[in-house]
T-cell receptor, first 112, second 113 residues
Framework: SQQGEEDPQALSIQEGENATMNCSYK?????LQWYRQNSGRGLVHLIL?????REKHSGRLRVTLDTSKKSSSLLITASRAADTASYFC????????????FGKGTKLSVIP | DGGITQSPKYLFRKEGQNVTLSCEQN?????MYWYRQDPGQGLRLIYY???????QKGDIAEGYSVSREKKESFPLTVTSAQKNPTAFYLC????????????FGSGTRLTVV
């Protein structure tokens, strides 16, 4: 079952613009993570935010978490063509065994 | 360099054959996972293992089998019972702690011919 759902499914922006992707989930979580996947490759871990955190930064990435709304957003500032990829949110099961459930992803295209 | 290696990168299988996908990690991670990715469907969990000689079914285990005889290795066998095996298969590992992320391999694309 899919826990996280990303929105939008696809996003196209010009280089230099900011890109915002959203993730909604259904049940309580311990943490939420964002991953990036270049076409035909494996996923790369970008950032993790714990359930007691509201905002986290890493370089050009900013992640927010609103547990009351069961939602998270990933902001990429000053986008570059190299940011073109699919971005996935993932939530843990919070049920003892540590598994991640991934959403369907947002496909980001950054046009030079 | 530590990492996780999947092989082969591309695999072709005739209908009715079993095939085994390799996944090896040198990160000393306790937990390993297999996911299947289809276009537009995101990642779905097939099997996972938290310790050697133990593994659990994920959401779509039917038609697949795994083993975990060594900490470093978690091979996935796609059996002839899997009705629609053509997909991109991803292996991942983690420390098994809640606050760590997953490290993924580069994937194996399986095509049934």
């Amino acid at each position: 079952s899919q826990q996280g759902e990303e929105d939008p499914q696809a996003l196209s922006i010009q280089e230099g613009e900011n890109a915002t992707m959203n993730c909604s989930y259904k049940t309580s979580i311990n943490n939420l993570q964002w991953y990036r996947q270049n076409s035909g490759r494996g996923l790369v871990h970008l950032i993790l935010i714990r359930s007691n955190e509201r905002e986290k930064h890493s370089g050009r990435l900013r992640v927010t978490l609103d547990t009351s709304k069961k939602s998270s957003s990933l902001l990429i500032t000053a986008s570059r063509a190299a940011d073109t990829a699919s971005y996935f949110c993932a939530t843990d099961s919070g049920a003892g065994s540590y598994q991640l459930t991934f959403g369907k992803g947002t496909k980001l295209s950054v046009i030079p | 360099d530590g990492g996780i290696t999947q092989s082969p990168k591309y695999l072709f299988r005739k209908e009715g054959q079993n095939v085994t996908l390799s996944c090896e990690q040198n990160l000393n991670h306790d937990a390993m996972y297999w996911y299947r990715q289809d276009p537009g469907q995101g990642l779905r969990l097939i099997y996972y293992s938290q310790i050697v000689n133990d593994f659990q079914k994920g959401d779509i285990a039917e038609g697949y089998s795994v083993s975990r005889e060594k900490k470093e290795s978690f091979p996935l066998t796609v059996t002839s019972a899997q009705k629609n095996p053509t997909a991109f298969y991803l292996c991942a590992s983690s420390t098994g702690q809640v606050v760590s992320g997953y490290t993924f391999g580069s994937g194996t694309r399986l095509t049934v011919v």
